[in-house]
C-alpha cells in the first residue's frame, strides 16, 4: 500500500504571497490532519478533515484553511504568507475507527522569505 | 484538556544498553497514547499505541512501551539501543476536544535519542 504523499516537499516563498499544499492519503482512508513543526513551536495541529467535512480546527489564524476532496485528498492554503509561517507542514492519515493511529507524510518544508 | 510532557530534550545511551525516554500524561478520561520518531528531513513514523488492556505494550523496531495509570507515565523502552536508533522520539495523546470522533492528536515536545557506538 502506498503511504501518504504531500507534495511539493520544498518550497520557497516571499512574504505576502500565498502557497497551497496538497496531501494524497492512504488509500481508504477518510481522515486527513494537518500539522505545522517549527523548532520554536513543535507540532501544533491545525485542522482535521473527514468525508470532506472539517471536523476540528486548531489555533491558527483564518490565514489558514483547507478543504478535502470527494477521494479523501486534501489541500491546504496559506494566504498573506509571514516570516514566521516558515515550517515544516505534516499530512496525516487515519483509517476510519475509534482507535486507529495517523500515518504521516514526509512533510512539505515551507521557507518564506 | 489533554497534554503529554517529555521531561528531557536529549537522551544519551550506549549502543548496547537499554534506552527509557519518559512521558506523562494530563488527560480527563481514558487516555489514548501514541509514540513516533523523526528522523531528520522526515516525516513521523508511527511506533506504538495504548488503548486498552495490557500495561506493557509492544511495538515497531524492538521498542515498547509501559503504561503506569497510578504515575501517569507512558515511558518508552527497549532492552538494546542501536545506532540507527539515534532520532527524535515524540509521545502523544488523543485529543476528544469536545467530543465526537477525531483523529486530533496532542504532542510532547520531544526527546532526540543519541545512541552512541
Known amino acids: 500500500k502506498a503511504g501518504v504523499t504531500q507534495t511539493p516537499r520544498y518550497l520557497i516563498k516571499t512574504r505576502g504571497q500565498q502557497v497551497t499544499l496538497s496531501c494524497s492519503p492512504i488509500s481508504g482512508h477518510r481522515s486527513v490532519s494537518w500539522y ?78 | 484538556a489533554q497534554s503529554v510532557a517529555q521531561p528531557e530534550d536529549q537522551v544519551n545511551v550506549a549502543e548496547g544498553n537499554p534506552l527509557t525516554v519518559k512521558c506523562t500524561y494530563s488527560v480527563s478520561g481514558n487516555p489514548y497514547l501514541f509514540w513516533y520518531v523523526q528522523y531528520p528531513n522526515r516525516g513521523l513514523q508511527f511506533l506504538l499505541k495504548y488503548i486498552t488492556g495490557d500495561n506493557l505494550v509492544k511495538g515497531s523496531y524492538g521498542f515498547e512501551a509501559e503504561f503506569n495509570k497510578s504515575q501517569t507515565s507512558f515511558h518508552l523502552k527497549k532492552p538494546s539501543a542501536l545506532v540507527s536508533d539515534s532520532a527524535l522520539y515524540f509521545c502523544a495523546v488523543r ?9 486530533k492528536l496532542i504532542f510532547g515536545t520531544g526527546t532526540l535519542l543519541a545512541v552512541q557506538p
Open chain 2, 95 to 103: 485529543d476528544p476536544g469536545k467530543g465526537g470522533a477525531t483523529n
Open chain 1, 36 to 113: 505545522q513543526q517549527t523548532p520554536g513551536q513543535g507540532l501544533q495541529f491545525l485542522f482535521e478533515y473527514f468525508s470532506e467535512t472539517q471536523r476540528n480546527k486548531g489555533n491558527f489564524p483564518g490565514r489558514f484553511s483547507g478543504r478535502q476532496f470527494s477521494n479523501s485528498r486534501s489541500e491546504m492554503n496559506v494566504s498573506t504568507l509571514e516570516l514566521g509561517d516558515s515550517a515544516l507542514y505534516l499530512c496525516a492519515s487515519s483509517s476510519t475507527g475509534e482507535y486507529t493511529e495517523a500515518f504521516f507524510g514526509q512533510g512539505t518544508r515551507l521557507t518564506v522569505v
